[in-house]
């Protein structure tokens, strides 16, 4: 794998983040424009397998967004919005091309395959396969029945599961929030790639506290 890096510390990703978009030239977007009543949250793959310092697919700068998101699921559910978990997991008959471009599978059952943080007794966790967390799951039938038209995105890996899923959900018409400081990978580079590709066609780069203070609470 390509060498890791940290460029995400406690208590600094946001203005990590925010140094790291303001190099991608990207347009500032006010659109879409955020309607709380409307909007989910999706945490992706938050599981020991990176979050696990001993683990070989372990992401450096993971740890450094797990307070904002903790945070911010709490503001959902505190605005009785959704809150969803996606867990992936492969076996060798559903892990299709995964299984010959990466090292080892996430395999069901085992401690790696576990949430690495809780999630509430309210929340959803959907298993998925693929990066794409609509792909052969319910996710997007459990969004439409919560009249969710809008996502915030956060969790690892960004250039992988993250952008893929933010992808798929504008590809069937959910207005995308990508959380800039929610979010993290192996590299600054591969972050940065993500977002630059999301900024610019699929999705409006947001921060933790941003989307606090859109759905009513500061901090």
Not at 17 to 37: K, N, Q, W, Y
Not at 121 to 128: F, N, P, Q, Y
Not at 145 to 163: D, F, P, R, T, Y
Request: some cysteine.
């Amino acid at each position: 794998m390509t060498d890791k890096e940290s460029y995400f510390f406690l208590g600094s990703a946001a203005a990590a983040a925010s140094e790291m978009i303001s190099g991608l030239s990207l347009p500032v977007r006010t659109r879409p424009v955020f309607r709380p009543e409307h909007a989910a949250l999706l945490l992706l793959d938050l599981q020991r397998y990176f979050l696990d310092p001993s683990s070989h697919a372990f992401i450096p700068s993971a740890a450094a967004i797990l307070p904002g998101l903790r945070n911010l699921a709490a503001v959902f559910r505190r605005r009785d919005r959704p809150v969803i978990w996606t867990r992936h997991g492969n076996t060798p008959d559903d892990a299709g091309r995964m299984a010959d471009w990466w090292k080892d599978l996430i395999r069901p059952g085992t401690p790696e395959h576990a949430l690495g943080l809780d999630a509430d007794s309210a929340d959803l966790v959907i298993d998925k396969t693929r990066y794409d967390a609509f792909q052969d799951t319910p996710l997007e039938s459990v969004l439409r029945s919560n009249h969710a038209e809008q996502v915030v995105i956060g969790g690892v890996a960004a250039h992988l599961c993250c952008e893929t899923t933010a992808r798929a959900a504008f590809m069937r018409d959910f207005d995308v929030f990508f959380l800039a400081d929610g979010s993290a990978d192996f590299t600054r580079a591969f972050h940065a790639a993500a977002m630059l590709n999301l900024g610019h066609g699929f999705a409006r780069l947001v921060f933790v506290k941003e989307v606090s203070a859109l759905l009513g609470e500061a901090g």
